[in-house]
């Protein structure tokens, strides 16, 4: 959607719609109320917007057709749900904003400065999360939400619950920086103020002790180096050197020095059994969607102690929206991966490429994480993924237009 300059309506509707959309995500690691706040805004700014200008247009179509499969999925899991009114809630409170959040970020930004501005907004929220983290590891909390370090060891988690929530995001912002940084078109200065942001991000990381963290790092910078060019490969190369030394260092200074993961394998592998459990007895359209814990208990028998999640963002899936959800989920992924690198191909844009490769490296580390953790159920991780995905497709149509032009 372009918005219409000779009506002052629509433009300031649409600059209401980027601006709350940079506030996302530049308090989603911080603040889950204003993040939603903003989350509603954009949106309701976002479809004003398309009322006023009477455009109906959306590019790439193809997105729009699986994003609706996606969501008639879900919404027959309502129907079927062993938890109707629960699943009801959660589909027009989670579902749907995630996939408007998902359209809003896809179909707001329109030029290489707006799109700048929004990568100098996620730049800036990584450092000062990169400091926070830092600083909890040395005096034992941070300063965003004055939360203390995790398990009563130096265990960073910054202003997420959970380190691994902080690996998350981590692992997501990273290969972003890192691709601007090895073939991005940027000044000294800035290599210099990227090159800071990285290692302080990496070094958070490995203080979050997350061995999913650190091995889905790995896939998105694997990702990366199948996407740069040679120059950029070359480069990269060098960097993931001086990664896997800092790794090595922490390894033998800190990490043999704790048992931190001592039966965490047996007890995820029994959660997993649970889960797939679960998905046999209903796998079309599953349980009903945010239905995993309230069914968990009756599956769990003596086997396991508490109610949880997953761990498995796939495997929950199954069980609470059946294999048709997680298929229509994974049509969206492939369809936005696909045109992100047809978009990564045709274009000659050092700038295009550069963040074109990172999140879409980005978004391999978190869909690889969410195999082992609950990264596509945690609200700000979540906003932060649906966010990117939308972005990429963005970025993938105005790199597309720019090159025919």
């Not at 790794?247 to 020095?257: A, E, P, Q, T």
Request: proline share 2%.
């Amino acid at each position: 959607m372009s918005y219409d300059n000779s009506n002052d309506a629509s433009v300031v509707l649409g600059r209401i719609t980027r601006f709350s959309l940079c506030t996302l995500i530049f308090c989603l690691p911080f603040s889950n109320a204003i993040a939603e706040i903003s989350a509603t805004v954009a949106i309701s700014a976002w479809i004003a917007c398309r009322f006023i200008t009477k455009d109906r247009s959306y590019s790439p179509g193809f997105s729009i057709f699986i994003l609706a499969g996606y969501l008639g999925a879900n919404l027959l899991s309502v129907f079927t749900s062993s938890n109707p009114v629960l699943s009801t809630k959660a589909f027009f409170f989670k579902v749907c904003e995630y996939a408007l959040v998902f359209v809003v970020a896809s179909d707001s930004i329109f030029d290489k400065n707006t799109l700048k501005k929004v990568i100098n907004v996620i730049i800036t929220i990584s450092l000062i999360l990169a400091f926070d983290g830092l600083i909890q590891f040395i005096f034992g909390f941070e300063f965003l939400r004055q939360r203390s370090s995790a398990f009563g060891v130096p265990r960073i988690s910054a202003s997420f619950v959970s380190p691994n929530d902080f690996a998350s995001y981590l692992i997501t912002i990273i290969p972003l920086m890192t691709a601007m940084l090895i073939y991005g078109n940027i000044t000294a200065m800035g290599k210099k103020a990227f090159a800071g942001t990285i290692l302080l991000s990496f070094i958070c990381l490995l203080l979050t002790y997350s061995r999913s963290g650190i091995l889905s790092f790995g896939v998105g910078i694997g990702m990366l180096l199948i996407l740069a060019d040679n120059r950029g490969r070359r480069r990269l190369l060098v960097a993931s050197v001086a990664f896997t030394a800092l790794f090595v260092f922490l390894y033998l200074s800190i990490y043999g020095k704790l048992n931190l993961f001592s039966g965490v394998e047996t007890d995820r592998l029994k959660i997993w059994h649970i889960a797939w459990r679960m998905f046999k007895d209903r796998p079309i359209l599953g349980h009903g969607i945010s239905t995993f814990m309230s069914v968990f208990g009756a599956y769990k028998g003596t086997s396991y102690q508490s109610i949880v999640y997953a761990h498995n963002c796939y495997l929950q899936m199954l069980a609470e929206t059946g294999v048709v959800g997680l298929i229509f989920f994974l049509l969206l992924l492939l369809g936005v991966f696909f045109y992100g690198f047809y978009a990564l191909y045709k274009t000659k844009d050092t700038f295009y490429r550069s963040i074109l490769a990172g999140m879409i490296s980005g978004l391999s580390a978190h869909l690889f994480q969410a195999a082992f953790d609950t990264s596509l159920y945690s609200l700000p991780l979540a906003l932060l993924f649906w966010s990117f995905l939308g972005l990429t497709v963005a970025v993938s149509r105005i790199s597309l237009s720019s090159s025919i032009h």
